[in-house]
């Protein structure tokens, strides 16, 4: 399978992006969002929301992509929130089965990450010892697998 969406996805990060953002905004062609309102509205959840090291800002944007294709409007039943919750939690679940956790601390672990709000500078020596990008690669290449296998769903949803 090819990957467009994980290949845009490595290209904003390593241009600078947060990780959620990279996610989310790689997705506008399909979730019809203008690119720059969709770096805006994502830039909150890099370094895990903020940079607070909770739920990997790629996974974020995984739920959020996912809740603009296949999410609840105002008409809805009770099964029809639990289907979406188990979606989400079907994306998390494949997220962790690539490396064990959705949570960014634990993601970086053994590497020296704090909680502060200024994030680190993107030089050389930053692309070159963290494995930020490759959780990047990994939650667009979920999305795009899951996009496939749900089309009938997206197209409704995509018509409302």
């Known amino acids: 399978m090819d990957y467009p969406h994980a290949e845009k996805a490595c290209e904003l990060f390593a241009g600078g992006m947060n990780c959620a953002q990279s ?35 790629t996974c974020s944007a ?46 970086l672990k053994g590497l020296s990450v704090t909680s502060t709000p200024e994030p680190e500078k993107r030089t050389a020596q930053y692309y070159k010892v963290r494995p930020c990008i490759k ?12 996009i496939a296998e749900n089309p009938q769903m997206h197209a409704v949803n995509a018509k409302s």
């Open 23 to 57: 996610v989310f905004a790689a997705f506008s062609d399909i979730t019809g969002l203008d690119g720059e309102f969709a770096l805006k509205i994502s830039s909150s959840f890099g370094g895990g929301m903020g940079r607070m090291r909770e739920v990997c800002g």
């Open 135 to 146: 959780f990047v690669r990994t939650a667009a290449e979920i999305l795009e697998e899951y």
């Open 62 to 107: 995984m739920f959020m992509v996912a809740g603009i294709l296949y999410g609840l409007g105002e008409n809805f039943t009770h099964e029809d929130k639990t289907a979406h919750y188990k979606r989400i939690q079907e994306l998390a679940s494949r997220f962790r089965e690539k490396h064990d956790t959705i949570i960014c601390r634990e993601l």
